[in-house]
């Protein structure tokens, strides 16, 4: 899985994403000025969850495991070893890194690439946001079905399951986090809840779902799972195989964390796909997000008549296939 490149250089790699324990060769391209730096310069690879570096160790080297590489005319070749499931970051500096008694005089780096690397058999799974209880007009939500269901492409969101009577019939048992009205001490209960109930031999999975009542307040809390596809059989698969998250979002209360432009977000379930969700928050969501988004505003056209049905419904092919292809373009 790779994330977020520097917009200077053009990297090269497994379209497959990245498996534990393989040796992976990388292709980075860069402009013709730049190459005397990269000659000269310095490559660095470092684990960079927040749990470990590549040698296993709590961070204890302030750039990373160094790596050997080779470059020909505007090329630089490089292998990698993913030696563990987590995120990593490899960065080019210009020159050689100072001792990390000087740390703080650090270079910026030319580029920098953020991949992480998965246990083989998870790289077939698609990561999919979803809500699973949202109320309409059909319960006792303040919104109709068809606005319901617009507003969940809006918040980026991959399926939905809207709230009625019907729906009350039990399916599988799972973990509910909801954070409707009261995140804080919501949050806080459901993991004291949960833990209490692991002490009692009860593994159950979890989902997040917001039980919104009203359009403006869906999106805040939902659910990220790991599955083969969106069919609500694969969607059932992954959840009872524990592959699921559930994640709540709200507002800083310390201005100094709202500054930094990323939303107060916690996420509880498995903790290898914990920190996946939060490795995908950080470089792919967001422009998943986006393409869903523009899916649903075509569809909003379509529903309230406002242009031709046939130019909305290339637009909404156009959208789908965006959004249906955007994790593969993600891995490759």
């Given at each position: ?121 998870l790289l077939s799974l698609v ?85 919104a009542h009203r359009i403006e ?116």
């Amino acid at each position: 899985m790779r994330g977020k490149e520097s917009a200077v250089c053009k990297v090269r790699y497994a379209k497959e994403g990245f498996a534990v324990g393989r040796n992976y060769p990388i292709i980075v391209k860069f402009p013709e000025n730049l190459r005397a730096k990269v000659e000269g310069g310095f490559l660095s690879f470092l684990g960079d969850d927040g749990a470990s570096d590549v040698n296993g160790d709590f961070f204890n080297k302030p750039v990373g495991t160094p790596i050997p590489f080779k470059v020909d005319g505007n090329t630089m070749r490089f292998e990698v070893k993913f030696g563990r499931e987590q995120s990593y970051c490899m960065r080019l500096f210009e020159k050689k890194i100072p001792p990390e008694t000087e740390a703080h005089k650090m270079p910026r780096p030319i580029a920098v690439l953020h991949v992480y690397a998965l246990e083989i058999y998870l790289l077939s799974l698609v990561p999919l946001l979803g809500d699973f209880h949202i109320h309409s007009t059909r319960s006792d939500g303040r919104n109709k079905p068809e606005e319901v269901a617009l507003r969940c492409y809006e918040c980026g969101l991959d399926f939905q399951s809207i709230w009625a009577e019907v729906c009350r019939r039990k399916i599988f048992n799972v973990y509910e986090f909801m954070t409707y009205g009261c995140v804080d001490m919501s949050i806080a209960r459901a993991v004291c809840n949960y833990a209490e109930l692991r002490a009692q031999g009860l593994h159950y999975p979890v989902i997040g779902n917001s039980d919104a009542h009203r359009i403006e307040d869906q999106g805040l809390s939902y659910t990220v799972v790991f599955a083969k596809s969106n069919s609500i059989e694969d969607v059932k698969a992954a959840i009872i195989a524990r592959q699921s998250v559930a994640v709540a979002e709200f507002e800083y209360m310390d201005k100094t964390q709202r500054d930094f432009g990323r939303p107060a977000r916690f996420a509880f379930g498995e903790d290898r796909f914990v920190r996946f969700a939060y490795f995908l928050f950080g470089h792919y969501f967001s422009e998943h997000g986006k393409a869903v988004a523009a899916e649903g505003g075509v569809l909003r056209d379509i529903v309230l008549g406002k242009n031709e049905t046939e130019e909305n419904a290339a637009k909404l092919e156009k959208f789908a296939a965006v959004s249906r292809k955007s994790y593969s373009e993600f891995r490759a």
